[in-house]
């Protein structure tokens, strides 16, 4: 698989805090790779080092193959756009003098396509209105726009619906996906807003303690928050022969307990565990979020 | 760096504070150096027997005076530009989309300079109203000129300080606060200096009042005495070094480049000199401090 990203070992310290301690993470290309995380857990330090406002204390990232130790990483900079935490925009001009302006800095050859990046983010009727009167839905998107200026293949967006109404955090939704699809734009999205992300992402990367604990896709997240019915009983192998006998998926949790994927009669399925000698103790029915795999991964803490 | 530069000074051309404060120090040059070209024919002080064009009556007496106040308006000017890089978050536009951070400390120290010395062009612009009232200077448009040279060259120097400490205090009011008091205390320190080294070796001024055997009141002139406030060598040659090292020393200089007692003062190469000294180790030193520095 190809990664855009890559992170091995990565450390950043902040005098005695660590912020980030040996993080390892992989981004396939083509995926929108959502990063969840308590507050302090490390997500904006890494976005942070990713763009190279700060430099890793120890270890390395690559970005397209290219480490971050190499000067051919200012190279592959060029090929991500980017908003950290607040959008990066000047406040004091319109939304296409700040886009004409990360042309300048992009060093590109005329002002084409200014107006067809207002219309995706759907600033196009903004005139001459100053940033600085900007909704902050309108600034996030603003700021999106600015990334996607010399048409990155990488965006890193860092909260970008924090604060936002529901209308925004939808166009934003929707703004991810539609670049994601039509412009086989990756994107690595850190939020807060477990649904929201869940909408979102092909892959998920869980971090806390400046560690990554999991990283999987959207497909195995899928299968671990599976529906599924809870079953405790006094023998579990006793359980396991009634299921064989029933036709159905189940997985053998523990001596006492199951998680069955599907619906069973509870009144048939405990008469079978009697006829094998085995009580059943209780029957819960499961349907685990993202934000219940998150607090059961990272321990609610 | 080319690009940094384009989107620098087309941001610098776009900045209303930069062209308001351009035309108030053009509009202040212009009117003080006439208002006191004016007052000096029409109030010579204690030099009466000026002769226009040779005395003390000429445009480098006025044309200068200003120089203390670009040192003011500099940072102004410098705090806001640099600091909306940070407050805005728009350097982390810059960075993220592959540029060097060398290529952006420089570009934001040249697009600032740049700013300066417009400021310093309007200064020297505005004093050509002393002209028509004075005549020509006295030292001719060449030695002028180099006076011009000399107050660009601390413009720069000055520049490049504020540039470290706007790169060093990412704090857009902070910074603002922080240049101009810096400003005002430099201006304060190259004031004190001059000022010292102006004391008079000796002390004769005053009178003795006494009355004789009639009753009569006499006055007799008290003989010159050593001046305590006189600063002696070496400490005298340190002072003259760092008056004219100092950005505000030499504008305080030039401010007064028609007094015949400051001629001494003035070491004009030695003051070129530092500007370059000055403006090439605050680079490097911000240059350091930046390529480490963590940004937000």
Not at chain 1, 195 to 221: C, Q, W
Not at chain 2, 152 to 166: E, G, H, K, M, T
Request: proline share 4%; glycine share 8%; hydrophobic share 45%.
């Amino acid at each position: 698989m190809d990664y855009v990203l890559t992170a091995n070992s990565l450390y950043k310290s902040y005098g005695s805090f660590k912020a980030l301690c040996g993080l390892n993470m992989r981004v396939p290309k083509g995926a929108i790779y959502g990063l969840i995380g308590k507050n302090g857990a490390g997500k904006t330090t890494l976005i942070r080092l990713i763009c190279g406002l700060q430099n890793p204390s120890l270890g390395c990232y690559t970005l397209y193959g290219i480490g971050s130790n190499s000067s051919k990483i200012v190279k592959a900079r060029r090929r991500m756009g980017a908003v950290v935490e607040t959008p990066s925009i000047y406040l004091d001009m319109s939304a296409e003098e700040n886009l004409k302006e990360q042309y300048r800095v992009l060093g590109l050859p005329s002002f084409e396509g200014i107006s067809e990046l207002l219309e995706l983010v759907g600033l196009e009727n903004t005139g001459k209105k100053k940033a600085k009167n900007f909704s902050l839905g309108m600034r996030q998107r603003l700021g999106i726009a600015i990334a996607l200026c010399g048409n990155p293949d990488f965006l890193v967006l860092d909260e970008p619906v924090n604060g936002l109404d529901p209308q925004g955090i939808v166009e934003i939704r929707e703004l991810i996906l539609r670049l994601n699809r039509e412009k086989n734009i990756t994107v690595l999205i850190s939020s807060h807003i477990l649904s929201e992300l869940s909408k979102l992402a092909t892959h998920y990367g869980f971090i806390d303690g400046g560690r990554m604990i999991k990283e999987l896709s959207a497909e195995e997240l899928d299968a671990a928050c599976r529906k599924c019915m809870r079953i405790e009983v006094t023998k579990a192998p006793a359980l396991a022969r009634v299921l064989d006998g029933m036709g159905v998926e189940y997985k053998i949790l523990s001596e006492t307990e199951a998680d069955v994927f599907a619906k069973l009669n509870v009144t048939a399925l405990a008469n079978a565990l009697a006829a094998e000698g085995c009580e059943l103790v209780s029957v819960t029915e499961r349907d685990e979020s993202l934000e219940s795999y998150y607090i059961n991964l990272v321990g609610g803490n | 760096m080319r690009n940094l530069l384009s989107a620098n000074f087309c941001r610098l051309l776009k900045n209303k504070l930069f062209w308001f404060l351009t035309l108030c120090l053009l509009a202040w040059s212009a009117v003080s150096s006439y208002d006191n070209a004016c007052n000096l024919i029409n109030d010579p002080g204690p030099y009466g027997d000026i002769v226009i064009g040779t005395g003390i009556a000429v445009p480098e007496s006025v044309c200068f005076d200003s120089g203390p106040i670009v040192l003011v308006i500099i940072p102004v000017f410098a705090s806001m530009f640099l600091g909306t890089e940070f407050s805005d978050g728009t350097m982390r536009n810059k960075i993220t989309v592959g540029n060097t951070r060398g290529h952006i400390y420089l570009a934001n120290f040249i697009t600032v300079s740049a700013g300066s010395l417009i400021f310093c062009a309007a200064w020297h612009i505005g004093s050509l109203s002393a002209l028509p009232v004075l005549g020509l200077w006295r030292a001719g448009v060449f030695g002028w000129l180099l006076l011009v040279l000399k107050s660009a060259l601390f413009c720069v120097a000055f520049s490049a300080i504020l540039c470290l400490i706007s790169h060093i205090i990412t704090n857009k009011a902070a910074v603002a606060v922080f240049e101009i008091v810096f400003a005002l205390a430099v201006i304060m320190v190259g004031s004190f200096l001059y000022n010292s080294l102006l004391e008079p070796e000796t002390a004769s001024n005053g009178v003795t009042v006494s009355t004789n055997e009639n009753g009569e009141t006499v006055l007799e002139p008290i003989a010159p005495h050593p001046n305590p406030e006189y600063i002696p060598e070496p400490q005298r040659s340190v002072y003259k070094r760092i008056l004219n090292a100092l950005p505000s020393g030499q504008a305080i200089l030039l401010a007064n480049t028609a007094d015949s007692e400051k001629e001494q003062l003035d070491q004009p190469l030695y003051a070129c000199c530092s500007s370059i000294a000055i403006t090439a180790a605050f680079t490097v030193v911000g240059l350091l401090h930046f390529n480490r520095k963590d940004l937000k």
